[in-house]
């Protein structure tokens, strides 16, 4: 199988898994609605495709989630920029000569740093919602944190049974 046809389907696998775990690890939180599961996908993603296909997969998840009920406007301010930052991340680790699954504990910057600084003052005045940075930034690193965590600890085991971007591209 040629590689793009690899990444099309491992891309298609994680959006379909990022839709299967929204409602089980969803949960409402302050004005947000808690997603650890999309950091996970965001940091799996991010490694083993690249900035690109993650950012695409993260669109694709908030915008089922959304059509379903299981999310709102903000899952795009708050996985699309998680998953950026995992993928050039894990491109800045892999030219250093460092184990890339590291990267994956970078989501929380762009998801809660990026992402929530986007979705305070961009993103909420547009939906007609008024929230404080702060408190974007708790709820998001409360989701972020433990998803990015699962992430990393997924992306070990592939690593362990021989399974890393080297077997996609």
């Keep these: 199988m040629r590689p793009s046809m690899r990444k099309s ?11 299967v775990i ?10 947000f609605r808690i997603y650890p599961g999309q950091h996970m996908i965001n940091a799996i993603s991010g490694v083993l495709l690249g900035p690109w296909w993650a950012a695409l997969i993260a669109l694709v998840v908030g915008t089922v989630r959304i059509a379903l009920g299981t999310g709102t406007v903000f899952a795009y301010p708050g996985g699309i920029p998680g998953a950026l930052v995992v993928g050039l991340s894990s491109w800045l680790l892999r030219k250093a000569k460092v184990r890339e699954e590291l990267a994956a504990l970078t989501e929380p910057m762009g998801t809660v740093l990026i992402g929530g600084t986007i979705a305070t003052y ?3 005045p547009i939906v007609g919602r008024s929230v404080l940075l702060l408190a974007t930034w ?13 992430g990393y600890l997924i992306l070990e085991g592939l690593r362990r049974i021989g399974f890393s971007k ?3 591209s």
Excluded at 9 to 19: K, N, T
Excluded at 22 to 31: C, M, R
Excluded at 138 to 150: D, E, K, N, Q, V
């Design 22 to 31: 929204s409602p089980l690890l969803s949960f409402p939180f302050l004005v």
């Design 138 to 150: 708790t709820s998001w690193a409360i989701s972020s944190i433990p998803g990015c965590i699962a």
């Design 122 to 124: 961009i993103v909420a």
């Design 166 to 168: 080297d077997t996609v």
């Design 9 to 19: 389907v491992l891309a298609g696998v994680l959006s379909a898994l990022g839709i």
